[in-house]
């Protein structure tokens, strides 16, 4: 067996992350929410480590929560985010580029030829004393029922208030009031070297705590995520971990359990936490409105290395473009690729997602101004920021037009570009959005759609006249006849949204 090192990003953590009062979340930035049960700190000891967390687990354990999610998942959905990871091996592919085989979703399943049962449990918190949780994103993909158990052994089923791909934040409702919740420390970092404390439902085993120090702070590039510099912690935390809280000593919480580093696939005492600032206000995104709103100038960009920066002759920071969309922001504002971004509305940038963030947190609309080094000059360009898109639309347009099947290629079908197969013998994928209903039964780029229906497909038009032939006639699916390699299967796709 390949004993290389994985990374597992840990199980189904359902978390809630609610500061609120009976009327919703009311968590003051940067202090304790009145009414919160860490509103009165736990006082620490004041020379080295303490005896007895006792006092601390005790204070704070009510606000936690076990989380339980049923629901159905797609092939597509799993092996596309996890190729390579669940088997010891570098599957077709391996990992996606960037994400480092160490790393790996707390909550993996194996792929399957069809959309198979799913079953998972993780941890959560209380933010409001009127039910809402915080938890991780992935906790709560693909449920369709979501159950939340609390400390006192109470039962509850809860619905989905919002969630944030891009930083694995989710947040979710019970129907209940007086409810013990936590409030977040979103003023100050802990320090590397901090004591802090893990509570959550590792293995479905119900309230677990683990005590440990802050490791490091600001890890990049832990989860593909631009938004979060995660918080690492040496606190055991093993599966089921996931979207539960991180405490200090004083009961606050510095940070949501996320990933971990890992071997085995058990802790080895390296993980990943998102750290209470960021949650804190995604969080309040996700309550307000049910989503994050995020600036966007359509550029993309890259770290400057020093190999770079020495073939350019300048500072190892900064983010230098790489690509603009074509009709986005940037393009209308004439950034180019090759521009160098060394500062956004006066704010330096460091590197590339800082540019990121730093655009993220742009209201829609609004300008955009950047400093930005061309041809040895220094300019100065104004953009006017977009809506950033979800990511998964943002994974479907950054496909060439090549991927989407060129010229030939006909408006998108169930979510998958096709395009007429260069020997006739069908429609060959070009590309499947992440949300669509070719992905969820598996469909990927490079499959070729031999029939739909009761028709051959020889275009794009035979494909989309089957679809639109079958939903006249009042079927929720149409019957694709798919060849992958030398394997053929039918495959029925769901056509209610195409």
């Not at 202090?31 to 006792?54: L, M, Q």
């Not at 829609?364 to 104004?382: H, I, K, M």
Request: with cysteine; glycine share 14%.
């Amino acid at each position: 067996m390949d004993t290389r090192k994985k990374l597992a990003t840990y199980g189904v953590a359902a978390a809630a992350l609610c500061a609120a009062a009976a009327g919703g979340y009311v968590a003051r930035a940067g202090g304790v929410t009145e009414g919160a049960v860490n509103a009165r700190p736990v006082a620490a000891a004041a020379v080295g480590a303490p005896v007895s967390f006792a006092d601390i687990v005790q204070h704070v354990a009510p606000a936690v929560v076990s989380i339980e999610v049923e629901g159905k998942i797609g092939p597509r959905a799993i092996s596309e985010q996890f190729q390579g990871f669940g088997d010891d091996q570098d599957g077709p592919g391996g990992p996606p580029d960037g994400f480092p085989p160490e790393l790996r979703r707390f909550f993996q399943q194996l792929p399957q030829a069809q959309a198979q049962p799913m079953r998972g449990a993780g941890s959560g918190f209380f933010i409001s004393a009127d039910g809402y949780v915080v938890t991780n994103n992935h906790v709560i993909d693909h449920a369709d029922k979501i159950t939340v158990h609390t400390s006192d052994d109470r039962t509850f089923r809860a619905r989905l208030v919002g969630r944030d791909q891009a930083t694995d934040l989710a947040v979710l409702k019970i129907d209940a009031t007086g409810l013990p919740f936590v409030s977040f420390e979103d003023r100050a970092k802990p320090r590397v070297g901090d004591w802090v404390v893990a509570v959550g439902n590792p293995f479905n085993l119900g309230g677990t705590a683990t005590a440990g120090i802050v490791s490091a702070l600001g890890r990049r590039n832990v989860s593909g995520s631009s938004y979060v510099d995660f918080m690492q912690i040496d606190a055991p935390i093993n599966r089921g971990n996931s979207g539960g809280p991180t405490f200090d000593l004083n009961g606050r919480v510095v940070g949501v359990n996320t990933a971990i580093y890992s071997p085995s696939g058990g802790s080895v005492g390296i993980g990943f936490d998102i750290p209470a600032d960021v949650a804190a206000q995604v969080s309040r995104q996700l309550i307000s409105s049910g989503k994050v709103a995020r600036g966007y100038i359509g550029a993309m960009a890259q770290d400057v290395t020093p190999e770079i920066a020495e073939s350019l002759g300048v500072p190892a920071h900064g983010a230098l473009v790489a690509e603009i969309t074509p009709g986005g922001p940037s393009a209308a504002a004439g950034l180019r690729a090759g521009d160098l971004v060394m500062k956004v509305n006066g704010v330096a940038v460091d590197h590339a997602s800082d540019l990121t963030r730093q655009v993220g947190m742009i209201h829609a609309g609004d300008q955009v101004r950047l400093e930005v080094r061309r041809d040895g000059q220094v300019r100065q360009l104004s953009i006017r920021s977009g809506l950033r898109p979800s990511e998964d639309q943002l994974a479907f347009n950054d496909m060439t037009p090549q991927d989407r099947g060129g010229p030939d290629a006909g408006p998108a079908v169930l979510g998958m570009q096709v395009t007429p197969d260069a020997e006739g013998h069908g429609v060959r994928v070009a590309g499947v959005r992440g949300d669509s209903p070719a992905a969820e039964v598996g469909l990927r780029r490079g499959d070729l759609i031999l029939r739909a229906g009761d028709h051959d497909t020889h275009s794009p038009a035979d494909l989309a006249s089957a679809v639109k032939q079958a939903r006249a006639a009042g079927r929720s699916k149409v019957l694709l006849f798919v060849a992958r390699g030398a394997q053929r299967s039918f495959v029925p796709v769901e056509i209610g949204k195409g």
